[in-house]
T-cell receptor
Framework: GAVVSQHPSRVICKSGTSVKIECRSL??????MFWYRQFPKQSLMLMAT?????????EQGVEKDKFLINHASLTLSTLTVTSAHPEDSSFYIC??????????FGPGTRLLVL | LAKTTQPISMDSYEGQEVNITCSHN???????ITWYQQFPSQGPRFIIQ???TKVTNEVASLFIPADRKSSTLSLPRVSLSDTAVYYC????????????FGTGTKLQVIP
């Protein structure tokens, strides 16, 4: 089946710094990728839709200047959390669309902001 | 976006068959039904997908009635390792469409 990877799997940073998370589709091309955030014991919440070669589409309430998304190729999307604060600590998950009706999810990135 | 409703939690003993039902009353003609499994601190893992009637793979079966307003995920003979959260999603067949996660069903398998 299709494989999606994320890097890093865990990251700890100081408040005010920026963190970049990579999402790659390893064996298929993904024109569209999605970024989710998941807090403990809660469901996944969609943050934004990442489109290759164009601007991302953000969900209501998600600050586009804080969560920068770049989708420069058909296999890579990046999410940069700028000026991270403790409330940004969460589990970030990406998914990639296989151009049909199935989304495949990455393993997630645990972000802890001190 | 089609909204889904599932039971929040279920308990089952090892070796039993577990059926988790999801309702999706406003499913559209071009929508598929997809089920995912999620363990703590991991991304959701694809289990099974279907459009209508019955679909079976090596890990589960998916039953979809004719009106497609609900679906049932069937896990045969569950083991402790099946303890996880199970999500039902409705996905547009053309791809590129965002999906909305519901609460999911927390399945606890008891020894």
């Amino acid at each position: 089946g299709a494989v999606v990877s994320q890097h890093p799997s865990r990251v700890i940073c100081k408040s005010g710094t920026s963190v970049k998370i990579e999402c790659r589709s390893l064996d298929f091309q993904a024109t569209t990728m999605f970024w989710y955030r998941q807090f403990p014991k809660q469901s996944l919440m969609l943050m934004a839709t990442s489109n290759e070669g164009s601007k991302a589409t953000y969900e209501q309430g998600v600050e586009k200047d804080k969560f920068l998304i770049n989708h420069a190729s058909l296999t890579l999307s990046t999410l940069t959390v700028t000026s991270a604060h403790p409330e940004d600590s969460s589990f970030y998950i990406c998914s990639a669309d296989d151009r049909q009706e199935t989304q495949y999810f990455g393993p997630g990135t645990r972000l802890l902001v001190l | 976006l089609a909204k889904t409703t599932q039971p929040i939690s279920m308990d089952s003993y090892e070796g039993q068959e577990v059926n988790i039902t999801c309702s999706h009353n406003n499913i559209a003609t071009n929508d598929y039904i997809t089920w995912y499994q999620q363990f703590p601190s991991q991304g959701p893992r694809f289990i099974i997908q279907g459009y209508k009637t019955k679909v079976t793979n090596e890990v589960a079966s998916l039953f979809i009635p004719a009106d497609r307003k609900s679906s049932t995920l069937s896990l045969p003979r569950v083991s402790l390792s099946d303890t996880a959260v199970y999500y039902c999603l409705v996905v547009y067949s053309g791809g590129y469409q965002k999906v909305t996660f519901g609460t999911g069903t927390k399945l606890q398998v008891i020894p």
